[in-house]
């Protein structure tokens, strides 16, 4: 009698908990169940079952019709994957008698429109004799969106993660390609220094350096994106002249893109500021993804860089794109910066490039704060606006003469920079280079070697500090980063403990982000990025060693290197500088289309040269006929002659009567030939002092070996169907010296015409008339 007593004060007590555990729940949105156990066992079919009102209307039903008071009313409902290790958690539970066992488990419960959400269930046994269950309740909660957001959370850990592994992936396999990148990229360019190298290795050499350049630009545009994946995309502000940049952009486009049938125009506002502070290289960065996208996809008509700024401070750098090439539908502009976008990929097979680099410059422009807006009408073109704020110095702005230079892109004092880097001598200097890499150092020994400095090497970190232990003292040492054993940062660390505190410049192939400010919280007075850029590197130089000798030791070493080429009768200096007297050629624009070298510049001028004279006869025979066609050829091929010498006034004239040529309008070309013909022939006349003694060649070109015409033919096919335009033009420029009849002539100047609007196919019908004899 006393246990049936002490049972019922136990249901008491469980019923008075449960109802408060009730008033509870509607509070919290928590339903209850419970159960009456026949016999002890939990699936007796005669087991009464309750659910609460609450748990059915979290199911999304209304009532007992809808959802009875019966066990597999929820059982049913389990999700699969849940249902097998509910059910044994309930057993599990129920069938210990010792009551240890809690029941406190999580699932998946389908409602009753098919979906299913997360429930954390709870239960308490109410026992008899021997712990044989008697009753059981218990609470569900619907933990859904706790479950979403630890699953959101789980993710953005993974994600994190994921994003620190691709970080450290790309960190090394920068490393691991910019390194070999720096022995081909520095090798190439210690023999393109060579003067006495032959022609036909220095065209190799150039091709072998313009392809890794390419690549490089590739795995930057990786990088980059890293960095914007990862949010760490560094700026570094620093003052810088508005015309030196606008200068600089001009010129690699022109270098890129000279050889294209295209209309280059330059708008600069003179009322834009002089001098302002941002970061300027991903300024460069943007505009030149810009007009590399225009110049890519723009194959006849204009390409516009425009530049002006709404005052202020902060002023707003405004910068224009315009081009008449093919343009974009509005679902193509949808998806622009997109990562990876290329459109038309089956017309535009040739075309180089990843993809990347729309969407990296959004980024960038947003990461200054700025806008970018794109218009576009297929067949019409497009035209880029971007809008940059950037701090404005109050140094005045840029005026009309400095304007209207760069728009002639002619050299301005305040304005223009050498196209090649001019390497100053600085016998005073001493470096050490210090790399693990023999290449390496051999690479950083021979871009070095110009500026007559005394070099030490060390290929390990220990033994530049025994360089440093006995005493010697360099105005820079070069420290790679990445070495084993010892790193740059190590080494660094143990010369400073030293008390060395003269200037050390880390070498690094590791692009990734934040490596400019962590070299220099290491100690580090700066950084070169490895393959090693020769404009960086002369930047360094001239700060950490010419800038700080005295003014009159500096001039001696100029002084002396005058001297020594003054005697040894230097003939490109003459050549030069009696070019630059002619006033109609640039010679900066010239040898920036051949990269700096001054025996390939003066090739081509004294081609020009001789041949002046009979293509101005053939442009007046074609007016004469009168034949449009045949003038719009060779006028369209005296433009390209005219812009690649750097005679860019000339070449403007006869891009506007090509034009005119096209629309078949003769009254044009009659009444503005004769006065352009004229100029050419004074300016033929000039370069005659230039080239002395070279008038019989103005008649008659010397005869051409027919072995050497078909090798050449067939190396233009072959590039021809590689669509390599710049291999093919260059392969028939190097047959245009040699007299082959004037029907092969005509032939080789047709096909130049079509490799000028990239017209393959056409090119190579041509190259196929022509006739080879034995």
Known sequence: MNEIEKMLDQLRAAEYDIMKYKLTSDALNIALWDMDVVSGDPVNPNNKFVWSQEFRQMLGFSDKNDFP????????????????????????????????????????????????????????????????????????????????????????????ESSKAKSRFLATISHEIRTPMNTILGITEIQLQDDALEPKYKEAFSRIYKSSNLLLSIVNDLLDMSKIDADKLELIPVRYETASLINDVVNLNLVRFGSKPLEFELQVDENTPKALIGDDLRIK??????????????????????????????????????????????????????????????????????????????????????????????????????RLPQENLGAGVLGREVTENLRRFRESETALKKAQVIRE??????????????????????????????????????????????????????????????????????????????????????????????????????????????????????????DRQPREVVEAARKEKNTRKAEAGTAEATFLDAVKKIGTVNTEIGLSRVSG???????????????????????????????????????????????????????????????????????????????????????????????????????????????????????????????????????????RIYDYGEETDALLNEALAALDDFDFDTAADILGKIKIHN
């Open 69 to 160: 008071d019966l066990l597999h009313s929820w059982s049913d409902r389990l999700h699969p994957e849940d249902s097998e290790r509910t059910l044994d958690a309930f057993a599990a539970h129920m069938n210990d008698h010792s009551g240890r066992t809690p029941y406190d488990i999580e699932y998946r419960l389908m409602m009753k429109n098919g979906n299913y959400r997360h429930f954390r269930a709870l239960g308490a046994t109410l026992r008899g004799d021997a712990g044989i269950p008697v009753r059981v309740a218990g609470a569900l909660m619907d933990i859904t969106e706790k479950k979403q957001t630890e699953e959101k959370a789980r993710r953005a850990e993974i994600a994190e």
């Open 285 to 386: 960065q943007i505009l030149n993804n810009l007009l590399s996208n225009s110049f890519k996809y723009t194959k006849k008509g204009m390409v516009k860089l425009s530049v002006s700024a709404e005052t202020g401070n902060p002023a707003t750098l405004v910068l224009r794109v315009n081009d008449t090439g093919q343009g974009m539908t509005e679902e193509q502009v949808g998806k622009l910066f997109d990562e990876y976008s290329r459109f038309n990929t089956e017309a535009n097979r040739i075309t180089e490039g990843t993809g990347l680099g729309m969407h990296i410059t959004r980024s960038l422009v947003h990461t200054m704060g700025g806008e970018i807006h794109v218009k576009s009408e297929p067949g019409i073109g497009t035209a880029f606006t971007v």
């Open 425 to 546: 001598p600085m016998p005073y200097g001493r470096v050490l280079v210090v790399d693990d890499a023999d290449l390496n150092l051999y690479v950083a020994k021979g871009l070095l070697a110009p500026y007559e400095l005394s070099i030490d090497t060390a290929d390990s970190g220990f033994k530049a500090i025994d360089r440093i232990e006995s005493g010697n003292e360099y105005d820079i040492v070069f420290m790679d980063y990445m070495m084993p054993e010892m790193d740059g940062i190590e080494t660094l660390k143990a010369m400073r403990g030293m008390g060395y505190s003269r200037p050390v410049v880390a070498l690094t192939a590791d692009a990734v982000s934040g490596r400019a400010e962590m070299f220099l919280k290491s100690g580090f007075d700066d950084f070169i990025s490895k393959p090693i850029d020769i404009r960086h590197l002369d930047s360094v130089l001239k700060k950490f060693v010419r």
């Open 597 to 735: 070298m001054e025996d390939m510049y003066y090739d081509i001028l004294e081609l020009f040269h001789k041949k002046l004279p009979r293509e101005c006869d053939a442009m007046s025979a074609f007016m004469s006929a009168p034949d449009m066609k045949g003038f719009s050829i060779a006028v369209h091929s005296m433009k390209s002659q005219l812009s690649t010498i750097g005679a860019m006034a000339l070449s403007e004239t006869a891009q506007k009567l090509e034009t005119a040529s096209k629309d078949d309008s003769m009254d044009y070309c009659t009444e503005h030939f004769p006065a352009f013909k004229e100029n050419l022939l004074v300016l033929h006349a000039r370069l005659s002092a230039v080239f002395p003694g070279k008038e019989a060649a103005l008649v008659k070109k010397e005869p051409g070996d027919h072995a050497y015409l078909s090798g050449h033919i067939q190396k233009t096919l072959a590039a021809v169907n590689d669509f390599d335009s710049d291999a093919a033009i260059e392969a028939i420029n190097q047959l």
